[in-house]
């Protein structure tokens, strides 16, 4: 029996544990939308639609390509297009792996200093703004490669959704009113006259673009030279010089998408396929993950004071090298192996301490300097990953590059033109729109493909496909892929949740670490602040918007679409 000592204090200890509530069970974990045989991931839902309907057809990969990026310039004009171009990197069903790029080229009549005035001074708005913005456009092009080479079927079969979306048209979502809204009176501005997309559409409204139905109807039935030499061709240079741009048909007829080696590299057992220059997204992320390869980031914990500092320190050192190496490879040498060695890479880190933050001013390379700029974020580009049930997995990465692009708006073929001309380095180490600094091997030159940050990835594992991943985001494309990688890898996130953790960038010059408002714990800034870093949390609401595609060690396919948008993950 008890002793009534004993059965007293047993009793006080239940009374005083009567209030306190049972220990919380561990959350369950975020899983994102899951399929067995096939998935497509992007910016609009009426695009992974399409996409997977081909998917079910019996296409592939490469076919829903051609669909999902038609269907975007369809649904998603922000970023969407058929007047701006992208990257694809791909894995066959055999593990064959490539990169094709379709990036916009600079047109003939192109001058280095086309965008200064008589006394060298930058003329910002004219890289940015209007038809002399506007480089040659490579997306048709790159569609009819990709089905050229590795497409099943039909391109009028690929073609034929689209055109019905284009018809009968797309419904306007709550962000995309909200964009509506922001820039219609630009278009009114810049094109001198109203267009399907200064109607003031509100949330709800249904969007039917006859145009553009009919520019892909053509596309269609006469195929890549009528964009490139036919009605459409010459339809476009006519509105263009129009604006007073400089494109003209040899431009266009010039124009060819270019099949290219992408970047690879290994990092924890892992091999990471990204791409290649005019591309600096898988130099830099070769480099990142270099530097950061010999550190424990799992053990310093995710989003923590130690893992944001580390990153924070190689991002700095691989944007100060991509502004000093990285252009386009038909015109500059790269020294692209020792960039993305592991030597150079420990080198680079020779200077990092936790103990305190480096200035960017001791990690530049020739005299590139800078007060002060503002950073730019931008969304106006859009990614998509799709696998499907043969075992092919891509990742594309497509733009106009700033919201709308150039805002011209070609009212009779029914699509935006870009600005990719802002990308060149107009005038060396001055920031363009993103902030980003650029050197000698971006300078204009005809014919060139300007430098981009884009990062359509793939990653195997053990040997096998695991991971589709890519983003828009101008500069911060990068680093949001990087994170995405790791919340997977070193912190066991789900696919999904590593596209909804919060994220931070840092890109050399400006000399900040931009934080996404409201998530992270003051505690962790504060002691960022103490090592020497400059914080923003007020001017990058969204960083990157992910779409992305995870294979689970039972062969299920986890897709995981960014909150940030409307992206959609549709599998089956």
Not at 109 to 134: F, T, W
Not at 214 to 232: C, V, W
Not at 441 to 455: C, F, Y
Not at 543 to 560: F, H, Q, S
Request: a negative charge.
């Amino acid at each position: 029996m008890k002793s009534l000592p004993y059965l007293l204090l047993l009793f006080l200890s239940l009374w005083a544990c009567k209030d306190k509530p049972a220990p919380a069970e561990p959350a369950a974990p975020v899983i994102g939308t899951l399929a067995e045989n096939a998935m497509v991931v992007s910016a609009r839902e009426e695009a992974s639609k399409i996409g997977v309907e081909i998917l079910k057809k019996g296409g592939n990969a490469f076919d829903a390509m051609v669909a999902t990026e038609m269907a975007l310039a369809v649904a998603y004009p922000y970023a969407g297009n058929l007047g701006g171009g992208g990257f694809m990197v791909y894995r066959t069903q055999y593990g064959e792996i490539g990169a094709l790029d379709y990036r916009e080229k600079a047109p003939l009549a192109a001058e280095r200093d086309m965008y200064l005035d008589s006394a060298g001074n930058y003329l910002s708005e004219k890289s940015k703004v209007g038809a002399l913005a506007v480089g040659v456009p490579g997306t048709v092009a790159g569609i009819f490669a990709v089905h050229q080479k590795l497409g099943t079927l039909p391109m009028e079969e690929l073609l034929r959704p689209v055109i019905a979306l284009a018809r009968n048209g797309y419904v306007v979502t709550e962000k995309q009113a909200g964009r509506f809204e922001q820039y219609a009176s630009v278009f009114e501005k810049v094109n001198e006259e109203a267009s399907l997309y200064t109607l003031g559409q509100k949330a709800g409204d249904t969007i039917k673009n006859e145009a553009l139905a009919a520019t892909l109807e053509r596309l269609a039935d006469k195929g890549r030279s009528e964009f490139y030499q036919g009605e459409t061709a010459e339809k476009l240079v006519a509105f263009l010089q129009s604006k007073n741009g400089i494109i003209t048909l040899e431009d266009l007829d010039a124009y060819e998408a270019q099949w290219r080696e992408p970047v690879q590299f290994t990092y924890k057992g892992l091999n990471i396929i990204s791409m290649s220059p005019p591309s600096s997204g898988g130099v830099c992320l070769a480099q990142i993950m270099k530097m950061v390869e010999p550190y424990d980031l799992s053990e310093y914990g995710h989003n923590s004071t130690k893992s944001i500092q580390l990153l924070a320190e190689a991002e700095r050192r691989a944007y100060a090298d991509r502004s000093y190496y990285l252009g386009d490879p038909d015109f500059v040498e790269i020294p692209l192996d020792t960039l993305i060695s592991e030597g150079y890479a420990v080198s680079r880190m020779e200077n990092f301490t936790f103990q305190a933050a480096t200035p960017s001013s001791e990690v530049t390379h020739g005299n590139i300097t800078m007060a002060e700029a503002a950073m730019a974020e931008s969304m106006e580009t859009t990614h998509y990953s799709i696998v499907d049930a043969f075992g092919n997995a891509i990742a594309v990465t497509t733009t106009l590059n700033g919201a709308y692009g150039s805002k011209l708006y070609a009212k009779e073929l029914g699509f935006f033109l870009n600005n990719e001309m802002d990308d060149f380095s107009a005038k060396p180490g001055t920031p363009n729109m993103f902030g980003l600094i650029g050197g000698e091997a971006n300078a204009i030159e005809p014919q060139k493909r300007m430098l981009s940050s884009m990062t359509p990835t793939l990653i195997e594992k053990e040997g096998a496909f695991w991971m589709s991943v890519g983003t828009p985001g101008g500069s911060t494309i990068i680093t949001s892929v990087l994170q995405t990688i790791l919340n997977v890898y070193e912190y066991d996130m789900s696919m999904q949740e590593a596209v909804n953790a919060p994220r931070f960038h840092h890109q050399w010059l400006p000399d900040i670490v931009m934080f996404e408002p409201d998530s992270f714990p003051q505690p962790t800034l504060d002691s960022l602040s103490q090592l020497g870093y400059t914080i923003d949390v007020n001017n990058a609401p969204v960083i990157g918007k992910v779409d992305a595609i995870l294979r689970l060690p039972d062969g299920t396919l986890e897709g995981g679409a960014d909150r940030r948008g409307d992206d959609t993950a549709v599998g089956y």
